[in-house]
């Protein structure tokens, strides 16, 4: 009976765990956080074949120009369960198989809760309880996608009950077992996560000992307790320095060095939404609510200001009033003071600029500054409240004085009866001053400042969702309130427990069971997303950029053999951040240079048809993608051409445009010239494109543009989808319009141009050209005219372009310039200069090695400077180049910048700089030469022995004889 005593806890967690989760065990459902599918899976596919190949991945090229993969906290690599997934997983690309790894972190989160529990000396029925909170919030629910930072957590609460357990007897096996777990938790790889664990541990052990120290009045012992605090920080910091050394300086290095404020305060805890902590999705439609194609969501419609999934953490009011009654039993108890205290404060943390905590202590400590989401710290505030509600449903079993926890349900149940008269007070006044249920309830609960009725929830739907989450909010209560008064009038029981603990777990579900998990379309199980699947069959001789506004899914190209100018990562290098191509800028001369710098051959895009009624029938025009010409502005091309192949007998050309910069200018104003070319190269046909007439300033249906314009509005040929509110003010698309050019006589057309003949700033914006003739219409992008090509997609819906001509992914120059690298904008200035070819010169960031020297390294003739490059092998972090010159020059290669590239020329160790902003570059001497690169991440080779030295210790303390000092502190 003993024994079952003890595992049953455990057990009765565990089954509560399969009933919360069990839309995730029916067939075809997953998780549905976009990070999780986005950044942490490919992220998990990339380390697994890595590791499983024998090799570290250090350096991957697959994002960006490449990126230090060991040295980014999130990937996680020496996390121990990511290195059991790695040997017994051989196949992550799937999602069954990362929902496996999830899932278990479920269960052991749920079992790690009740072991901390248990350590703290809650009864079973009171570490069930907190178990449930534990796993159940809020918090959890949401961030079941971001598995970066709940896998840590899972581990940290493993760690602090093993470091209850030591301070309660003064036991190094417990410490050294709590150690190493704190390390798993800091090998797990996420800041924030790491940065609460070790604030819970710091406070919670501190807390701990300073009790027991009072309690036997020995300053002994308070000293032998922080030895073994010491022990466990050791064995943490250094457990773990194999990822510690190498992602302090990725952080130093990168743009979180020190975020700025309204960065780092990005999702606060709004004060509108504290109720939501109380009333499960108080600010949300109730799941049978919910619209059609939205039950399953993590981010449902709601009310609250976007970003909601941030900070709507409820834990329910069941858990508040065990919490109240647990606190109020048990007040005498210095680590109860520690909770409810501790608790508050972290709720003033989560408030941002609000609760005045966040931005002192952002002023005194950088680590605060490398930090964002505020309201992510209420995970701290929800396991006090937990451990409080274990308290509480302990004195409701019997367990403790029954006298304080009579006295406790009754002051509870009156605090509960209290406030939900005053709330009702409120609504009710609010009603009586608005005169309607919306007006009242759109005050009080709607803080979305982009909510409109009619798009988000109608009025009818708002004012029914909100009033029946009041009549539930009533019901929760009043059953509450019964349970206490029973409790205060009968005296404690183990049914009133069991109620109680029925109500917590029936009000977590009813907020969250079907949160984040939802069922997923069999053909986008696999972490290769579909617009990577539409290279399939392509030759892609350089970076791919994908041509869209979110920059999540590119992450995918770490699951596939191509490499990509972008990616999504918290954490990366203000150098990059600087120089990264922008999307749908296709002409621009600036964009072009960029596209050259990254190596980018390819563009992805989703295919956006657009269908018009013309001539009493639908024409289909092929994928919007809008091109820029401009007259006298060297940045922008001044023509475009499509090729018509074979010839057509053309009657009529239509072009689709808008003109920025423009608006004010009379009717009339010729913008362009359509010239139509014939097989031989002589002028069929030039008209000119006037403003006002065939084309019109883009945005007319901005009610922020000016009025009165000189020249009239045509209807649009159409408007481009309108994309969904991302809370950041975005220009409205602008509308597209038609331009009609007929032939005196049908004509053979070889050939199509349009030219820019506007004054200088005006642009012109083309998004397609129809060609009508004999045989039919021909529809062609506008991208198709600056050279583009479309190659063949191996996946419906995603589109690939072909750019003109491929850049060299690595190339011979003969001429370096030195330049200031602290100031960005300067080296970004000479980057795009008219006058700068990235074929011939290369800025390098000035160093000690090259002061006085350059004149060595560089070409005596650039003018008759020859050279070749034949690329051997590009691995990750591992590049073999030949190089064949008549001169001195410098081998530049398309590969990021970051300290720890090695490099050799005919194996004789030479320097690598910092090249053109981003890349690398080496000089090599004339003649024939092989040449390397090797990356190395920067102090693992530290960290790994500081953390084999730690483990070998930490598992001989383990090992050890069993001595302990009987010194139990209990939760009491």
């Known amino acids: 009976m003993k024994a079952l005593s003890r595992i049953r806890p455990y057990l009765i967690s565990i089954l509560l765990t399969a009933l919360f989760y069990a839309p995730l065990f029916k067939p075809g459902n997953s998780f549905l956080m976009g990070d999780y599918f986005d950044y942490y899976m490919p992220v998990r596919y990339h380390a697994n074949k890595a590791l499983q190949e024998g090799r570290l991945p250090e350096f991957t090229n697959a994002l960006y120009g490449g990126m230090p993969f060991l040295s980014d906290p999130e990937t996680a690599v020496f996390y121990p369960p990511h290195l059991l997934f790695a040997w017994i997983s051989r196949e992550t690309s799937d999602r069954g198989a990362m929902d496996a790894l999830v899932m278990a972190h479920l269960f052991l989160l749920a079992l790690g809760a009740t072991f901390l529990g248990r350590s703290l000396g809650l009864g079973e029925a009171g570490a069930v309880t907190f178990a449930m909170v534990a796993a159940f919030n809020g918090f959890m629910v949401r961030h079941l996608g971001h598995i970066g930072i709940f896998e840590p957590l899972t581990m940290g609460l493993w760690a602090l009950g093993a470091m209850a357990r030591a301070v309660r007897h003064t036991d190094i096996r417990w410490a050294a077992g709590s150690g190493l777990l704190f390390a798993c938790?800091?090998?797990?790889?996420?800041?924030?996560?790491?940065?609460?664990?070790?604030?819970?541990?710091?406070?919670?052990?501190?807390?701990?000992?300073?009790?027991?120290?009072?309690?036997?009045?020995?300053?002994?012992?308070?000293?032998?307790?922080?030895?073994?605090?010491?022990?466990?920080?050791?064995?943490?910091?250094?457990?773990?320095?194999?990822?510690?050394?190498?992602?302090?300086?990725?952080?130093?290095?990168?743009?979180?060095?020190?975020?700025?404020?309204?960065?780092?305060?990005?999702?606060?805890?709004?004060?509108?939404?504290?109720?939501?902590?109380?009333?499960?999705?108080?600010?949300?439609?109730?799941?049978?609510?919910?619209?059609?194609?939205?039950?399953?969501?993590?981010?449902?419609?709601?009310?609250?200001?976007?970003?909601?999934?941030?900070?709507?953490?409820?834990?329910?009011?069941?858990?508040?009033?065990?919490?109240?009654?647990?606190?109020?039993?048990?007040?005498?108890?210095?680590?109860?003071?520690?909770?409810?205290?501790?608790?508050?404060?972290?709720?003033?943390?989560?408030?941002?600029?609000?609760?005045?905590?966040?931005?002192?202590?952002?002023?005194?400590?950088?680590?605060?500054?490398?930090?964002?989401?505020?309201?992510?710290?209420?995970?701290?505030?929800?396991?006090?409240?937990?451990?409080?509600?274990?308290?509480?449903?302990?004195?409701?079993?019997?367990?403790?004085?029954?006298?304080?926890?009579?006295?406790?349900?009754?002051?509870?149940?009156?605090?509960?009866?209290?406030?939900?008269?005053?709330?009702?007070?409120?609504?009710?006044?609010?009603?009586?001053?608005?005169?309607?249920?919306y007006r009242a309830?759109?005050?009080?609960?709607?803080?979305?400042?982009?909510?409109?009725?009619?798009?988000?929830?109608?009025?009818?739907?708002?004012?029914?969702?909100?009033?029946?989450?009041?009549?539930?909010?009533?019901?929760?209560?009043?059953?509450?309130?019964?349970?206490?008064?029973?409790?205060?009038?009968?005296?404690?029981?183990?049914?009133?427990?069991?109620?109680?603990?029925?109500?917590?777990?029936?009000?977590?579900?009813?907020?969250?069971?079907?949160?984040?998990?939802?069922?997923?379309?069999?053909?986008?199980?696999?972490?290769?997303?579909?617009?990577?699947?539409?290279?399939?069959?392509?030759?892609?001789?350089?970076?791919?950029?994908?041509?869209?506004?979110?920059?999540?899914?590119?992450?995918?190209?770490?699951?596939?053999?191509?490499?990509?100018?972008?990616?999504?990562?918290?954490?990366?290098?203000?150098?990059?951040?600087?120089?990264?191509?922008?999307?749908?800028?296709?002409?621009?001369?600036?964009?072009e240079k960029l596209l050259d710098l990254w190596n980018v051959s390819h563009v992805v895009f989703r295919s956006n048809r657009k269908s018009i009624p013309l001539d009493g029938q639908v024409t289909h025009l092929p994928d919007y993608q809008w091109i820029e010409l401009g007259s006298g502005d060297h940045f922008l091309p001044e023509k475009a051409e499509w090729p018509l192949q074979p010839s057509l007998e053309a009657k009529r050309i239509r072009t689709f445009t808008f003109a920025t910069g423009a608006l004010a200018l009379p009717d009339g104003y010729p913008m362009a010239s359509v010239v139509a070319y014939g097989p031989a190269g002589d002028v069929v046909s030039s008209q000119p494109l006037r403003l006002g007439l065939e084309t019109a300033e883009g945005g007319y249906g901005d009610p922020l543009r000016a009025k009165g314009a000189g020249h009239r509005k045509l209807p649009a040929a159409f408007r481009p989808d309108i994309k969904p509110v991302t809370g950041v003010f975005e220009p409205p698309n602008p509308e597209v319009y038609m331009g009609t050019f007929d032939f005196p006589s049908s004509a053979s057309v070889a050939r199509i141009a349009v030219e820019a003949t506007g004054a200088p700033g005006l642009r012109l914006g083309l998004t397609h050209i129809l060609v009508e003739s004999s045989q039919g219409r021909k529809s062609l992008s506008g991208i198709q005219g600056l050279g583009y090509t479309q190659t063949k997609s191996g996946y419906e819906g995603w589109r690939v372009m072909k750019r003109p001509y491929t850049p060299a992914y690595a190339r011979l120059v003969p001429t370096a310039l030195i330049s200031d690298y602290q100031k960005s904008a300067e080296v970004r200035r000479q980057l795009l200069a008219e006058d700068f070819e990235a074929s011939r010169t290369v800025i390098l960031k000035e160093t000690e090695k090259l002061r006085g020297k350059l004149s060595e390294f560089n070409a005596a003739d650039p003018a008759r400077f020859e050279g070749s490059v034949q690329t051997r092998t590009v691995e990750n972090g591992d590049v073999s180049i030949r190089t064949k010159s008549n001169q001195p020059g410098w081998l530049v290669v398309s590969l990021t910048h970051y300290p720890g590239w090695m490099g050799f020329v005919d194996g004789t160790p030479k320097p690598v700089y910092w090249a053109n902003g981003l890349q690398l570059a080496m000089a090599v001497p004339a003649g024939e030469h092989e040449i390397r690169m090797v990356f190395a991440t920067p102090g693992l080779a530290v960290g790994a022995c500081l953390s084999a030295v730690a483990w070998f210790w930490g598992i001989v303390l383990l090992l050890r004889r069993r001595k302990t000092d009987a010194n139990p502190v209990g939760a009491n």
């Open 185 to 437: 938790a800091l090998l797990g790889g996420h800041p924030q996560a790491g940065f609460m664990l070790c604030l819970a541990a710091a406070a919670g052990g501190a807390a701990m000992a300073i009790q027991s120290a009072r309690s036997q009045r020995s300053w002994a012992l308070l000293w032998k307790l922080a030895g073994i605090g010491l022990l466990i920080a050791f064995l943490a910091g250094a457990g773990a320095a194999i990822q510690l050394i190498p992602t302090i300086q990725f952080l130093d290095l990168s743009t979180r060095r020190a975020l700025p404020l309204s960065q780092a305060l990005s999702f606060p805890l709004p004060l509108r939404a504290l109720p939501g902590l109380v009333f499960p999705g108080l600010f949300e439609p109730l799941p049978w609510r919910l619209p059609d194609g939205h039950w399953w969501s993590f981010a449902s419609p709601n009310w609250c200001f976007i970003g909601a999934w941030e900070y709507m953490y409820p834990v329910g009011l069941m858990t508040f009033a065990l919490a109240a009654v647990g606190a109020l039993a048990n007040w005498r108890s210095g680590l109860v003071r520690w909770l409810a205290a501790g608790s508050l404060v972290v709720v003033l943390l989560a408030l941002g600029e609000r609760g005045l905590i966040y931005p002192i202590l952002y002023d005194r400590f950088d680590f605060i500054r490398q930090m964002r989401i505020p309201a992510r710290l209420l995970w701290l505030a929800i396991t006090a409240w937990g451990l409080l509600a274990g308290l509480g449903m302990d004195s409701l079993c019997g367990r403790g004085d029954p006298a304080r926890a009579r006295r406790a349900a009754l002051w509870t149940a009156t605090a509960i009866a209290g406030i939900l008269l005053m709330g009702d007070v409120v609504i009710g006044f609010a009603h009586a001053y608005y005169g309607d249920w």
């Open 441 to 591: 309830f759109h005050k009080l609960f709607v803080s979305d400042p982009f909510f409109q009725p009619g798009v988000t929830r109608g009025i009818n739907e708002l004012v029914a969702d909100i009033g029946q989450q009041i009549a539930l909010a009533h019901l929760i209560a009043l059953l509450c309130i019964g349970l206490l008064v029973c409790a205060s009038r009968l005296g404690p029981a183990r049914w009133i427990g069991a109620m109680a603990g029925l109500l917590l777990f029936g009000e977590l579900c009813l907020h969250g069971f079907h949160k984040n998990i939802a069922p997923i379309d069999p053909a986008n199980r696999s972490v290769v997303a579909p617009f990577l699947r539409a290279l399939n069959g392509t030759e892609v001789g350089g970076r791919v950029l994908y041509a869209e506004a979110g920059p999540w899914e590119i992450n995918t190209a770490l699951a596939t053999p191509y490499s990509f100018a972008g990616g999504y990562g918290s954490i990366h290098f203000p150098w990059m951040e600087e120089l990264l191509p922008e999307t749908m800028h296709f002409g621009n001369g600036r964009q």
